[in-house]
């Protein structure tokens, strides 16, 4: 599974939510299931940005369970 531009977008109220809980649901299990997944971002992998959007639970995970290749940095 690739996601792309994960991070994009901004969700409100109950959106906000059902978009955390689905987001938190495809990466634990892929994680748990050890299920290869490609993860795309224009977002900074440094900073807040991007754990902000993500939330913590799910920040972490991909950082614990991942290896960050940065490509084309300015």
């Known amino acids: 599974l690739i996601i792309d531009d994960i991070g994009y977008g ?3 109220g109950r ?3 059902t978009a955390a809980t689905v987001r938190h649901e495809i990466i634990n299990g892929r994680i748990e299931h050890g299920v290869p997944t490609v993860y795309t971002s224009n977002l900074p992998t440094t ?3 991007i754990r902000k959007r993500l939330g913590d639970p799910v920040w972490s995970r991909i950082v614990r369970e ?3 290749v940065v490509v084309g940095a300015r």
């Open 10 to 12: 901004q969700y409100t």
């Open 66 to 68: 991942s290896d960050v």
């Open 47 to 49: 900073g807040d940005e």
């Open 15 to 17: 959106d906000a939510s």
